[in-house]
Nanobody, 121 residues
Framework: QVQLAESGGGLVQAGGSLRLSCAAS????????MGWYRQAPGQERELVAA???????KYGDSVKGRFTISRDHAKKTVSLQMNSLKPEDTAVYYC???????????????WGQGTQVTVSS
């Protein structure tokens, strides 16, 4: 069974930095895209950043220039370096793996359970 385990959330002051990490486990042959989404209370889940297997990246407009996504294919991990954090970045951040190919089990798209990021003003 594919599982995504997130770490690195927490409380930080505005202007500070946090680094989120996500590790995929299971009988995984390959993963197409890995990324991060976030959801604030009362709002829809939105894309923060994503990176494909070829290294192409995509960022949400509100985080461009502040956040950087990276990926380790061998370790099946994805990380999000968040700098110059703002109170409006406060949300639950979810790791996503899209297009997972497995040797056994269920492939497709998978989500982590989420990690809270809180930015105080």
């Amino acid at each position: 069974q594919v599982q995504l385990a997130e770490s690195g959330g927490g409380l930080v002051q505005a202007g500070g930095s946090l680094r989120l990490s996500c590790a995929a486990s299971g009988s995984i042959a390959s993963i197409n895209t890995m990324g991060w989404y976030r959801q604030a209370p009362g709002q829809e889940r939105e894309l923060v950043a994503a990176i494909t297997s070829s290294g192409r990246t995509k960022y949400g407009d509100s985080v461009k220039g502040r956040f950087t996504i990276s990926r380790d294919h061998a370790k099946k991990t994805v990380s999000l370096q968040m700098n110059s954090l703002k109170p409006e970045d406060t949300a639950v951040y979810y790791c996503n793996a899209e297009g997972v190919v497995v040797f056994r089990g269920v492939g497709g798209d998978h989500w982590g359970q989420g990690t809270q990021v809180t930015v105080s003003s």
